[in-house]
């Protein structure tokens, strides 16, 4: 396949280099190799990167006869039109300071549990100045594949992808309570999606949510409904940021940042599911783990499996989170599940603003439909045309009146209309 801009530097010389360094091995001589693109099906329009799978045909000492080698090379763009946005954003030096330092960590202190726990793809090689590529070992060699985005996760898909989560958050409070981490590398996770630098590039969840309510006769509302729906786009945002710098007791993770089915690779042993590893790590923010919950609730598990199974789904993720907490003597007070699920109740605005302007766009397969959930690497001011937007929510419109009559069961489409009257209220008593 011809090179592009961004792998021209793949050569014989540059592969031979990789395995000589990488794999201890000697007198490396390349037969044949081929770069083909990696990402061909995984819906992510804003391109965070070039990914590219590399196939390698050679000999060494070690290898007399023909050894063939995979790996997956993620290159900052060079051309097009992400080049601006990368070069204004640190997005890809988080990325590999995320593999070369902070995953190694959590994965050392795990081990000491009697376990070694994988939690990402194995990093193979970095470029260090420019921090322009990362090459990560071929999951799919050992079997890990992305399940369809359109269908959803099982509840056994789920289950494991949140048992796993639990150890990465673990892991990252333990590292945030004692600095594990050198040169204060946590500092640079401080702003997710949400931040109040990045309103101007998050024009697409308040305009979602206008669309919505736009529709809403179409979609068979009633008039209670609707009116609570009109008075959430202009506080979408405000309630988003808030979630994202909640304190929540004073527990805080390292969250993924886009933790959803496509960034989950899930390995079977024959029908059995065996494991789970995350890749993309571009997003991660420190903060409450109700970033990764909601967003992954929302976007990941099958409806029915939501429908049915969310509160056990829940409940796996804080078992999970306590033992290891425990057992890695996590020095502070662990939040108890009841803390939990006030803390998802108190942000239920997250809920509502991810089941309908995030949900409905992660489960269509098509590559043009990812919000902007990484902001630095979004145009200001641009949004999906408004027949698209149409087009998918009206695809999706039993599920979202569906969440919607659950959310307003309990309360969560309130918070539009109670700050409206407690404004009232101030008004009228102002004198």
């Known amino acids: 396949m011809p090179k592009t801009q961004e792998t021209k530097f793949i050569n014989s010389l540059f592969l031979t280099n990789l395995i000589q360094s990488q794999y201890n091995e000697t007198e490396v001589k390349i037969k044949v190799y081929d770069v083909e693109p990696a990402t061909a099906d995984i819906n992510d329009p804003y391109a965070r990167s070039s ?48 593999y070369k330092s902070i995953l190694p960590t959590m994965v050392n202190m795990i081990a000491k549990l009697g376990s070694v726990i994988e939690l990402a793809p194995h990093l193979i090689y970095s470029s260090e100045v420019p921090s322009d590529l990362l090459v990560l070992e071929d999951l799919t060699v050992r079997g890990y594949s992305v399940e369809n985005q359109a269908l959803g996760l099982t509840l056994d898909q789920s289950r494991m992808a949140l048992e796993k989560l639990a150890f990465f958050h673990a892991a990252s409070a333990i590292m945030l309570t004692e600095n594990t981490v050198p040169n204060g590398a946590f500092a640079k996770f401080t702003r997710g999606t949400f931040h109040k630098e990045h309103q101007d590039r998050l024009r697409h969840f308040p305009d979602v949510m206008a669309t919505v309510c736009e529709l809403a006769p179409e979609f068979g509302f009633n008039t209670e409904l609707t009116e609570k729906l009109r008075q959430l786009p202009p506080k979408t945002l405000q309630k988003a940021i808030e979630a994202y710098e909640s304190d929540f007791r004073g527990f805080k993770v390292l969250n993924h940042g886009d933790f959803w089915t496509n960034n989950i690779l899930f ?8 494991d789970a590893l995350f890749v993309d790590f571009q997003n991660c923010v420190v903060g409450s783990p109700i970033i990764d919950l909601v967003y992954f609730l929302a976007s990941s598990p099958a409806y029915d499996v939501l429908q049915k199974h969310r509160d056990e789904l829940v409940f796996v993720y804080h078992e999970t989170l306590t033992l290891l907490l425990q057992k890695l ?63 998918i929510l009206r695809a999706h419109a039993p599920s979202i009146a569906a969440q919607l009559r659950a959310f307003q069961m309990v309360g969560l489409l309130d918070w539009g209309a109670t700050e409206s009257k407690i404004k009232g209220l101030m008004s009228r008593f102002q004198h």
Do not use: C, W
């Open 329 to 391: 003597g996590y020095s502070k007070p662990i939040p108890k599940l009841m803390d939990l699920q006030v803390e998802l109740l108190k942000h239920g605005s997250l809920q509502v603003i991810y089941a309908l302007t995030v949900s409905p766009f992660l489960r269509t397969k098509d590559a043009q439909n990812t919000p902007p959930m990484q902001p630095t690497l979004h145009s200001p001011n641009q949004k999906l045309p408004g027949n698209d937007v149409k087009q």
């Open 267 to 274: 390995r079977y042993q024959g029908n059995e599911l065996v």
């Open 51 to 98: 990914m590219n799978r590399i196939l390698v045909k050679y000999t060494s000492k070690e290898n007399p006869s023909d050894a063939a080698i995979t790996f997956v090379a993620k290159i900052k763009p060079s051309e097009g039109q992400l080049v601006q946005q990368f070069q204004k954003t640190d997005v890809f030096d988080k990325e590999i300071l995320v």
